[in-house]
């Protein structure tokens, strides 16, 4: 892991998750480029999104990383969180869930693209997490009922491929790197279908409000840093998950270099962006919190530090396609 000293400069406590979805965030300890945009960014990686939500709720970090589903649930609940860029995410578009899959085997019954043959069967995913919403969203549009499958909780991604080995599940639901974990480690394992345009899979880093409001100038580091992670990331992909292995034990890099082929990491803050968290909240009002008072999902953005960042550093977005 990197060594770069930050002696002297602001430190901020960040966590993020170990998956691909938080990849930039690792490029920028590791690389220096945090440190590069004046703020010593530290580390703190856990292994879901109620970990993030916990870890910032508890005063362990300022920034944090989490899917759009944990960063809604989270304001609701009445944390004072706010977005000031994205990581993975497709700014293009409002349904990029390309990183998000159902895998089954051979002898399941369960056949490519045919979502109703999953009617009746056990379903391994995490609880409460992206894949778990993703999931719902599959069955609503397939016309069938959450409560009409066995939902086995699994909570480690690594836990997935054993228990479809197994047998123990006829299918998995889940997020790259782990969804070609499972396809590289399960025999006769295929897709039914990967992503399907049912939602944006969009990670966001956020600051807490205090932050936000009170050190501006070190939450600009950030979102500086961040860009500049991001774009080494679309630029040097293989390097990109050598690096994440660094810092997360047990990673497979021949699985992680074909994983990352299905991620977008563009941290633009655009009209794609503000669409994709509508349908979130509209998810989370209908799948999850049922009857709460739907929040002001403009609100929720503080857009200027990566607005800045894009002026003053353009070479960190040259390579991205322009926003219509």
């Known amino acids: 892991m990197s060594t770069k000293s930050g002696q002297g400069m602001p430190k901020l406590d960040v966590v993020i998750g170990n998956n ?23 580390m703190k990686v856990v292994d879901t999104g109620t970990d993030m939500v916990n870890a910032m709720h508890n005063g362990e970090a300022q920034i944090g990383d989490m899917s759009v589903t944990t960063f809604l649930k989270a304001v609701h609940s009445g944390e004072p969180f ?3 860029g994205i990581i993975m995410n497709d700014a293009t578009r409002d349904n990029a869930d390309e990183p998000l899959a159902i895998v089954t085997k051979k002898g399941t019954g369960i056949n490519p693209n045919k979502v ?4 009746g069967k056990r379903i391994g995913l995490a609880r409460g997490q992206t ?36 047998g123990k ?28 345009h049912h939602m944006s899979y969009v990670m966001v880093a956020t600051a807490h409000g205090p932050t936000v409001e009170g050190n501006p100038a070190v939450v600009r580091s950030i979102a500086a840093g961040l ?9 040097n992909r293989d390097e990109a998950v050598e690096i994440f292995a660094k810092w997360v034990p047990g990673t497979d890099v021949a699985i992680g270099k074909k994983a990352i082929k299905h991620i977008s990491y563009d941290p633009r803050l655009s009209p ?5 968290f509508e349908s979130a909240e509209d998810e989370v009002l209908m799948n999850t919190l049922k009857g709460a008072p739907r929040l002001n999902v403009p609100d929720q ?11 003053t550093h353009p070479e960190y977005f040259k390579d991205l396609p322009p926003l219509k």
């Not at 109703?116 to 009617?119: A, E, F, R, S």
């Not at 794609?272 to 994709?276: E, G, L």
């Open 272 to 276: 794609a962006v503000m669409r994709a």
């Open 82 to 84: 706010k977005v000031i």
């Open 116 to 119: 109703t043959d999953l009617k």
């Open 20 to 42: 691909f979805g938080h990849l930039p965030m690792f490029i920028g300890a590791e690389k220096g480029f945090f440190l590069k945009h004046g703020v010593d960014a530290r």
């Open 227 to 235: 860009a500049a992670s991001s774009h080494f990331t679309r630029n």
């Open 131 to 166: 894949s778990d919403e993703y999931f719902k969203m599959v069955l609503r549009r397939a016309k069938m009922r959450y409560e009409d499958l066995t939902i086995e909780n699994i909570w480690s991604q690594f836990g997935l491929a054993p228990a479809l080995r197994e």
């Open 169 to 196: 599940v006829d299918a998995v639901v889940s997020w790259e790197p782990y969804v070609t974990q499972v396809l590289e480690q399960v025999p006769d394992s295929f897709l039914v279908i990967r992503g399907g």
């Open 301 to 311: 953005f503080r857009p200027s530090f990566m607005a800045e960042v894009e002026k």
